[in-house]
């Protein structure tokens, strides 16, 4: 499917769709990416070629510590429960 045509279909979605619809939808087409992601297995080669890069992104100082990564995951969570919140 061509990127015109999929933009075209995005901006469809997000026009007719509500936000439960459109959660709904999203949280499908991601489990169907990972299940499909998980389903290949890496090999040898595959996985130290990530770990190399990580670690050569994490001696750059790129990328996040765990602690931050908390403290976003914390915020999100926040804001999502006070949104939940408003709705009802």
């Known amino acids: ?3 015109a045509t999929l933009t ?3 901006d469809y979605l997000t026009r007719a769709l509500t936000t ?3 959660r709904w939808l999203a949280d ?3 489990q169907q990416v990972w299940e499909k992601k998980m389903s290949v297995p890496y090999t040898m080669k595959e996985i130290n070629s ?3 890069l990580a670690e050569s992104e994490s001696a750059a100082g790129l990328g996040q ?4 990564m908390f403290r976003e995951l ?3 969570f926040a804001y ?3 949104e939940k919140a408003e709705i009802i």
């Open 74 to 76: 914390e915020e999100d």
């Open 1 to 3: 499917m061509s990127t």
């Open 20 to 22: 439960d619809n459109k």
């Open 28 to 30: 499908h087409l991601y």
């Open 8 to 10: 075209s279909l995005l």
């Open 50 to 52: 990530r770990l190399d």
């Open 80 to 82: 999502e429960k006070a």
């Open 65 to 68: 510590d765990s602690e931050e």
